[in-house]
């Protein structure tokens, strides 16, 4: 069945770094585009970043840019978001997701991966 | 970037009530809006997409509706499994970006 699993998330201090996975199956991985999206605690939905399906195009919310880095690897149906220069709003869980441009929508979600940047 | 404001945060109703939920966008965003559903502990489901397109598997209760910069979402017979939080999407302009929420409690 259609599915996506994020891993390697964590507690971590600010200022430090740490690189999610979400393995994806069930579908051609290589046909989607991939997003990122973030919940903090008791908050509301926020875009991190997205990737083409290809991986040529990326896009990042500006309170991420310059620091988090979207990547896939679409022989191995993975995901990837490489996150550095951690801070506390960057507390959250951190959901992997399919993009369907038929429908333009995030049609499939993973479980999430917490996110904790504490000292 | 496009703020989208939700109202009302929050909604408090009976089981067969009509729940209305709307949407405003701070621009025009054309038809691409998207409302997810979020139950609790749960990841969001996608219901309605290009404002009004109910998701396959999603129940007929649910609709959407608008254009332009007002959209609503309606439940037209709350159930017990709605209890959740909606959120609507614009994917219009890039940041896309997310109304606030908006909770729905049984009464």
Redesign the interface.
């Known amino acids: 069945q259609v599915q996506l699993v994020e891993s390697g998330g964590g507690l971590v201090t600010p200022g430090g770094s740490l690189r999610l996975s979400c393995a994806a199956s069930g579908f051609t991985f290589s046909d989607y585009y991939m997003i990122w999206i973030r919940q903090a605690p008791g908050k509301?939905?926020?875009?991190v970043s997205y990737i083409s399906s290809s991986g040529s195009s990326t896009?990042y919310?500006?309170s991420v840019k310059g620091r988090f880095t979207i990547s896939r690897d679409n022989a191995r149906n993975s995901l990837f978001l490489q996150m550095k220069g951690l801070t506390a709003e960057d507390t959250a869980l951190y959901?992997c997701t399919r993009f369907d441009q038929d429908?333009?929508?995030?049609?499939v979600?993973?479980?999430?991966t917490t996110v904790t940047v504490s000292s | 970037d496009i703020q989208m404001t939700q109202s009302p945060s929050s909604v408090s109703a009976s089981v067969g009530d009509r729940v209305t939920i709307t949407c405003r966008a701070s621009q025009h965003i054309s038809s691409?809006l998207?409302w997810?559903q979020?139950k609790p502990g749960e990841?969001?489901?996608?219901l309605i997409?290009?404002a009004s397109?109910l998701?396959s598997g999603v129940p007929s209760r649910f609709s959407g509706s608008g254009s332009g910069t007002e959209f609503t979402l309606t439940i037209s017979s709350l159930q017990p499994e709605d209890l959740a939080t909606y959120?609507c999407?614009q994917?219009d302009t890039?940041?896309?970006?997310?109304?606030?929420?908006t909770m729905v409690e049984l009464k």
């Open positions: 509301g939905l926020e875009l896009k919310a500006d959901y429908v333009y929508g995030m049609d979600w993973g479980q999430g | 691409w998207t997810y979020q990841a969001p489901k996608l997409h290009a397109n998701q959120y999407h994917a890039f940041p896309w970006t997310f109304g606030q929420g």
